[in-house]
C-alpha cells in the first residue's frame, strides 16, 4: 500500500533476452533490504504462475539462483536499483505480456509477535507490458 | 536555513522525507542534500544509511569522502545518521548478540568516519547491546540515541528498561529520540488517499479512526478493530493495513514527553501534512512547549511520512511548511518570557 507500490514493475521492466524474459523489479520498501528479504516472490506471467525456484536474479552485477539470495545476508538490494529477475518464459522484443506479481519483503528490523517474527511487506503489481530489447 | 536564535531547538531535515523524490531520475544523493539546502531546509541533515548510501554499511574511503564532501559543499549540518539492527537478518533465525552488536558497531564506526555525532537505532537495540556499545560511542564521539516511534510509549516495558539504563549509567552517550509519531492527535487525512486507492472501503477507515480515538491504550485496541472490521466484511489483508493506523500513529500525551529528559539526543518531527499552517494530527505547541521548559537545544528532523500513503503534496513544501511552524512556536515562547 503506498505511492511505491506503483513502481515496482515499470514500463521499462520488460526485456527480451536469448533465455527468456528478464523483469527489472524495484523495491516498495524506503531503504536497502538485504538479499534474504526477498521471501516472496509469486510472478504469474499470461496467467502462468512461475515456479520460483525456475528463476534467477541478477543484483549488484551478480547473477544468483533464487534458492541462493536467503544465504547473502551480506549483500543489499539498494534503494533506486533494480533487481531483474531471469525468467524461463520464451518472448521477443515488441511482444506483450500481462505481468502479475506479489512481492513479500521481510523487514529485517520489524519484529512482530511473541516470537519475533519479521514483518512481511507486501507488494501488488497487475501490468500488461511491452517487452524491449536488450540495452 | 531556517536558523532559530541561540537557546532554542535547532531545526533539520532528514532525507527520509524526500523517499519518493529519491526515485525520480537525476535525484541522487548530491541533488537531494543539494535541494535541501538551496531551500533553506537546514540546518541539520539527517539520513537513513541503508537508503541514502549506496554500499553502506561498508563504505569504502572514497565513497566516505565524497559524503563528506557533498555535506561540507551544502553547508549543512550533520545531525544523525539513522542505522538499522537487522535482527531478523537471515529466514528462521535471529542474529545472535555477538553478531548483532558487530552489526551495528561497523555502522556506529562508519558514522563517525562520515562526520555524524549521533546515530538513531530502533527499539530492537535493548539495553544489553546498548550497554556493549556504550565504550565505543564514546570512544568515536558518536551518541547512540534510540527512537521512540508509536506505539511505543514512555510507559511501555522495554522503553521504561531503556529509561532505567539511561539514568542509572547516566552517560551522554546514550539516550532517547523522541519521535512525535508517538504523540498524535487525529489519524492523519493522507491515510485516506492510501485507503481509497487499495480499494478499501471508506466506513472501514472510518471504523479504525473511531477505534482509534477511543480512550485507552493502542495496544489493548487491535482485537476489538478485527473483530470490528471483520463485522463489516474486510480482508484479512485489508484488516492488516486498518492495524498499521494503530501501529503509525500514537497517542501518548505530549506532556509525557517531559519524562524522556535529560537522556534526550536528538528529536524526530515525524509529520504527515500542514495545510495553511495547521497540522490537524500533531499538537505542535504541546511538544514545543515541553522542549523548551526541559531547555532541548538539539536538532529536530523534520520528517515528512505521508508520502507512504500519497504522492498529493511536495515534501519540500511540507517541511519548509513545519519548519516555520516551529520556528514561530519556538520564537513566541521566548518572545512570551
Redesign the interface.
Known amino acids: ?4 507500490d506503483d ?1 515496482v514493475v515499470r514500463p521499462d521492466s520488460l526485456t527480451a533476452t536469448p533465455d527468456g524474459l528478464d523483469i527489472a523489479v ?1 523495491s516498495h520498501w ?5 538479499l ?1 528479504s526477498l ?1 516472496k516472490v509469486d510472478l504469474t506471467v499470461d496467467g502462468t504462475p512461475v515456479d520460483p525456484a525456475s528463476l534467477a536474479a541478477t543484483v549488484n552485477g551478480k547473477r544468483y539462483v533464487f534458492g541462493e539470495l ?2 547473502r ?1 551480506d549483500e ?1 538490494w ?3 536499483d533494480p533487481i531483474v529477475l531471469h525468467v524461463p518464459v520464451a518472448t521477443a522484443p515488441g511482444r506483450e505480456h500481462r505481468v502479475q506479481l506479489v512481492l513479500g519483503l ?4 520489524i ?1 512482530t509477535g511473541p516470537d ?3 514483518l512481511v511487506a ?1 507488494s501488488s503489481t497487475d501490468k500488461k507490458l511491452t517487452v524491449g530489447s536488450p540495452s | 536555513m531556517t536558523e532559530t536564535a541561540p537557546g532554542l531547538p535547532r531545526l533539520g531535515t532528514t532525507l527520509f522525507s524526500l523517499t519518493l523524490e529519491q526515485r525520480k531520475p537525476g535525484r541522487d544523493l548530491r541533488a537531494l542534500i543539494g535541494e535541501v539546502a538551496a531551500r533553506d531546509l537546514g540546518p541539520g541533515l539527517e539520513m537513513v544509511a541503508f537508503q541514502s548510501l549506496r554500499g553502506w554499511p561498508r563504505l569504502g574511503d572514497d565513497a566516505v569522502r565524497e559524503v563528506r564532501g557533498l555535506i561540507e559543499e551544502s553547508g549543512l549540518t550533520p545531525s544523525c545518521l539513522a542505522v538499522n539492527l537487522d535482527l531478523g537478518l537471515y529466514p528462521g533465525r535471529l542474529l545472535s548478540d555477538d553478531e548483532a552488536y558487530e552489526y551495528v558497531a561497523v555502522q556506529l564506526r562508519g558514522a563517525a568516519a562520515l562526520g555524524f555525532p549521533a546515530v538513531r537505532v530502533g527499539i530492537e537495540s535493548g539495553p544489553p547491546i546498548l550497554s556493549r556499545l556504550l565504550p565505543l560511542a564514546e570512544e568515536l564521539g558518536v551518541k547512540i540515541g534510540v527512537e521512540i516511534h508509536a506505539p511505543l510509549t514512555i510507559d511501555a516495558p522495554p522503553v521504561a528498561a531503556l529509561k532505567e539504563l539511561f539514568t542509572r549509567l547516566d552517560t551522554p552517550w546514550l539516550g532517547f529520540i523522541p519521535d512525535f509519531s508517538a504523540s498524535m492527535r487525529a489519524v492523519p487525512d493522507a491515510v485516506d488517499d492510501a485507503h481509497r486507492a487499495a480499494g478499501i472501503a471508506p466506513e472501514l477507515t472510518a471504523l479504525a479512526k473511531d477505534v482509534w480515538a477511543e480512550p485507552g491504550p493502542t495496544m489493548a485496541k487491535f482485537g476489538e478493530l478485527e473483530r470490528r472490521a471483520a463485522e463489516l466484511g474486510a480482508t484479512p489483508a485489508q484488516t492488516g493495513n486498518l492495524k498499521m493506523i494503530f501501529t503509525m500513529h500514537g497517542r501518548m500525551a505530549p506532556e509525557r514527553w517531559a519524562d524522556f529528559f535529560p537522556h534526550v539526543v536528538h528529536v524526530h518531527g515525524k509529520f504527515y501534512g500542514v495545510v495553511d499552517g495547521e497540522d490537524p494530527s500533531i499538537d505542535y505547541p504541546a511538544i514545543a512547549r515541553v522542549l523548551r521548559e526541559q531547555r532541548y537545544t538539539g536538532f529536530i528532523s523534520s520528517e515528512y511520512e505521508a508520502h507512504a500513503y500519497s504522492d498529493r503534496y511536495s515534501a519540500f513544501d511540507q517541511i519548509r511548511a513545519q519548519h516555520d511552524l516551529l520556528k514561530d512556536l519556538f520564537e513566541a515562547s521566548v518572545a512570551s518570557r
Open positions: 500500500m503506498g505511492p511505491l513502481q524495484y524506503y531503504r536497502a533490504l538485504p534474504p521471501v536467503a544465504g545476508g543489499f539498494f534503494t533506486t521481510s523487514i529485517p528490523y519484529l519475533r517474527v519479521p507486501p
